[in-house]
């Protein structure tokens, strides 16, 4: 009997030898493989059921326990479904009166297998020795039980002849199974790694462009992959089995010899970078040498990369001479500075303009930080936060005119845009090219000045009085004084341009409008309209408008008295009257033209009335002008003539006492003189006033 089972035991090393076979016939096509693992595991079965141990008519014993139940482990349940639907079919043709419990120990062994299958899934259970032995052991304790349902005679004898061996020799043979189909299912995964590995390892070999190359210790090629044959000095073919002394130059050949022997020697990667002339032409390449791990052909090997970096040698060159190209036309561009700065504001580039245009050497401005080389002092905290945004964001900075300061102190216009460069392995910089714009805005600055100022005498023109006479209007409507406009025009001007020509008349002209400019404050304005006229504009002067005439005719006398003065004309002495007219300002709804015409109207006057005097627009105000003027020189000639005598009027109380007095000035305008008049009060006895 113990036979028998042994023979079990060999069919099922049968099974796993089938069980491989079939797994790699189906690989490619895993369902169909599973359809043929339940045939096979079910045939097992049946065959074991065919050539049974027998212990009685009817009651049969096998290895179907453990191929079933390794069926259920191993195949899943489409494998021990078709394995037990074969078993229990030839168990069921058998017949006998163990066929009941047959089935039932067929049910038992694929219930147990797939549990022990799920227990393996969720990690709980390992297919090890132990782990099985303990499965084994419980399986068929479990079958004997099952035995137990035979008849009483049937289980008698099982217990006394079966079981034991049964337990014995079933136990090991489920550990010695699961351990094959372990193996088995370990190979194949290992099979299925191996080949995906290989494909994957031939797709990226030829996917790359590299020459992939595997020498061994005397330099033979012993393996050659390339994608193109064109970067091979021969064709793979052709070099598989030769040595590199063979298809290379001696040299060349020599210095990839000592590169596989420091390979081999220090078990470390060596590169290395040369020019081959291949089936393409003259190429270069860049190699790495790496120690392979097993020998080939027993000697030592290496494997050797190498790359085609002609394109980028090319490009590098390129880019080299055109880098220099460029930093040399940067370096000596003479109009467009370039300067170059790190986040921190330290200098890394300064071209010669850069030196021109601020007075910094190179080698002085290299180093030094942006703020304190060309920033004026006000400008600092908003550079350093421009700065600070471009670098930490990457957005440069508008481009725009800025006044930036030189070696010397002095300012500098320059319009100045600016780029942000960050060169990998570098770090980012900011550059700003500056060109210098000062001539421009010189020129911007003198045709604004042309365009508001006269040219020859250097007082606002028409266009700049108009202006400035609008702004006095207005302020004077708001503060209620009153503004006065003198328009001057100089009396025989015309006949010194015709005698001593328009030279001369030039610099009478220039003469005039200093003498003009001393005259009056700061806050007024003198003017050429053009020719020999001038207007002068007097503001704040008084709220009331006779003491504002009065200022205004003190003012247009001084003005006479000036213009009068000797002129010095090319060595030449000369003598000239001015006319002036003005218009005192207190209707603030008269326009400018309306204004200068009133100004001009009354110079028109002056000149009826002899020229060299001032006149009023207003006749009242004229009037009234003179008559100050004319009291003003009265009271003049009556102090020079003593003509002022001081009197006491007294006050006296009810008792006709002295209580004080009031001082009195009496004006002898007459011919009598007052002064011994005068003398003689001086003793009387009435007290003079002190206050």
């Known amino acids: 009997m113990f036979i028998e089972l042994v023979k079990g035991v060999a069919l099922l090393l049968a099974l796993c030898f089938l069980h491989g076979v079939n797994i790699r016939v189906w690989r490619q096509r895993p369902r169909v493989g599973q359809v043929f693992s339940g045939i096979l595991f079910g045939g097992i079965c049946v065959v074991g059921m065919l050539t049974p141990v027998v212990l009685m008519p009817g009651v049969i014993f096998d290895a179907r326990s453990v191929v079933l139940s390794m069926a259920g482990l ?6 021990a479904g078709i394995a037990a639907a074969m078993a229990i079919a030839g168990r069921l043709w058998l017949g006998g009166a163990g066929m009941e419990v047959g089935v039932m120990v067929i049910t038992l062994c694929t219930v147990m297998g797939l549990a022990y299958r799920e227990g393996r899934a969720r990690g709980w259970l390992g297919v090890e020795p132990l782990p099985l032995a303990f499965f084994g052991l419980l399986l068929h304790t479990a079958v004997i039980g099952l035995f137990q349902l035979l008849p009483p005679a049937t289980v008698v004898r099982v217990n006394e002849t079966l079981a034991l061996p049964f337990l014995l020799t079933f136990t090991p043979a489920t550990v010695v199974l699961g351990l094959l189909l372990r193996d088995v299912e370990a190979r194949l995964a290992t099979e299925v790694a191996l080949k995906d590995t290989a494909a994957r390892l031939h797709a990226i070999t030829h996917a790359i462009p590299d020459v992939l190359l595997v020498l061994d210790a005397n330099g033979r090629y012993v393996e050659v992959l390339s994608p193109d044959d064109d970067a091979l000095v021969a064709s793979a073919s052709q070099l598989v089995g030769k040595r590199l002394h063979d298809v290379l130059p001696h040299d060349q050949a020599e210095r990839f010899m000592a590169l596989i022997r420091d390979t081999l020697r220090s078990g470390q990667t060596h590169s290395i970078e040369y020019e081959i002339t291949t089936r393409a032409g003259l190429r270069h390449f860049e190699g790495r040498a790496q120690p392979l791990a097993a020998r080939v052909g027993g000697q030592a090997a290496v494997v050797f990369l190498a790359r085609d970096c002609t394109q980028r040698r090319q490009a590098e060159s390129a880019l080299r001479e055109s880098e220099l190209r460029f930093r040399s036309l940067l370096r000596n561009i003479p109009s467009i500075s370039v300067q170059g700065y790190l986040r921190d504001g330290t200098t890394s580039y300064w071209n010669k303009a850069s030196e021109q245009l601020y007075g910094y050497p190179a080698e002085e401005a290299l180093g030094s930080n942006l703020l304190e080389l060309i920033i004026p002092p006000p400008m600092r905290d908003a550079v350093r ?87 006095v209007l207005a302020n004077s409507a708001r503060s209620g004084l009153t503004v006065a406009v003198l328009f001057v025009d100089l009396d025989n001007f015309k006949t010194l341009n015709d005698s001593r020509g328009h030279e001369v008349g030039d610099l009478l002209l220039t003469e005039v409008a200093r003498r003009l400019r001393d005259c009056v404050r700061e806050q007024d304005t003198v003017a050429r309209l053009g020719g020999d006229e001038f207007v002068v504009v007097l503001q704040n002067l008084s709220g009331d408008p006779s003491e504002a005439a009065a200022l205004t005719r003190t003012l247009g006398e001084l003005l006479l008295a000036q213009l009068r003065q000797p002129y010095d004309l090319a060595g030449h002495e000369h003598h000239f009257t001015a006319s002036i007219g003005v218009t005192l300002l207190r209707d603030h709804s008269d326009t400018v033209d309306e204004v200068l015409k009133q100004a001009d109207m009354a110079m028109y006057r002056a000149k009826d009335a002899g020229r060299n005097t001032l006149r009023f627009f207003d006749p009242d105000m004229q009037q009234a002008v003179n008559r100050r003027a004319l009291l003003e020189a009265e009271l003049h000639n009556g102090l020079r003539q003593s003509q002022f005598l001081l009197l006491y009027q007294p006050q006296v109380d009810a008792e006709g006492r002295v209580v004080a007095a009031e001082a009195l000035v009496r004006w002898c305008a007459g011919s009598t003189p007052c002064k011994a008049w005068f003398r003689r009060r001086n003793s009387s006895r009435w007290p003079r006033r002190r206050d």
């Open 74 to 79: 191993f195949g899943g349940p489409v494998v």
């Open 385 to 471: 936060t421009h700065v600070e945004h471009m670098f930490a964001t990457g957005e440069v900075i508008p481009a725009g005119e800025l006044q930036l300061q030189r070696k010397d102190g002095s300012l500098v216009h320059v319009f100045s845009s600016h780029a942000y460069i960050h060169v990998p392995g570098h770090p980012p910089e900011m550059f700003c090219i500056d060109i210098d714009i000062s001539g421009r805005k010189a020129a911007e600055e003198e045709a604004r000045y042309l365009a508001f100022y006269d040219a020859l005498t250097q007082l606002p023109n028409r266009r700049l009085l108009v202006d400035r006479l609008q702004q």
